[in-house]
């Protein structure tokens, strides 16, 4: 006695479950990054200058999809909120994608400033003013200080998608 079993439709059905849950870690990852914007601008270590380029350059990247620039993304002949420097392309850094593993969540600043403001505490000058309750890492700092509720965040937002 033989017993066949005809698994085609379990697995089109697993790819089917696969597919919708890769859409759903994709929006939540999304929805993450933009969170994690949030926090940076607003929550302290904030970065040490307040100026438009800053604050509004940065994006989000996740794997297979465009980036998406969150605030007013400023673009080459605007000026700064506070500085009123005109921004032109030699300030502005190339948005890395490159070689994203699957699933991917990329959040960065497209001003080439701001790697030098993240890294080195701030002096004052010809950019603008300090800012209060500022410091150097202000994005990473982020990610060491939240990551936690940002893991939950990305639990909650998946799970939220799934039903």
Not at 16 to 28: C, F, L, N, P
Not at 76 to 103: C, H, Q, W, Y
Not at 116 to 139: A, D, I, M, T
């Amino acid at each position: 006695m033989s017993l066949n079993i005809n698994t085609k439709i379990f697995e089109k059905s697993i790819k089917d479950y696969e597919k919708k849950i890769g859409h759903a870690i994709k929006d939540a990852l999304y929805d993450v990054g933009l969170r994690i914007v949030s926090d940076a601008i607003t929550k302290p270590p904030k970065a040490p200058i307040l100026d438009g380029f800053l604050t509004g350059a940065f994006w989000v990247s996740v794997t297979g999809r465009e980036v998406q620039k969150p605030g007013q993304f400023p673009s080459p002949g605007d000026s700064g909120v506070n500085t009123k420097r005109l921004l032109d392309n030699s300030l502005i850094a190339e948005i890395d994608t490159k070689n994203m593993e699957k699933f991917e969540l990329r959040v960065g600043n497209a001003m080439i400033y701001a790697r030098r403001l993240h890294e080195n505490p701030f002096v004052p000058g010809e950019w603008s003013q300090k800012r209060g309750g500022v410091g150097y890492k202000f994005l990473s700092s982020k990610l060491t200080m939240f990551k936690d509720d940002y893991l939950r965040l990305l639990a909650g937002f998946i799970k939220k998608r799934m039903q």
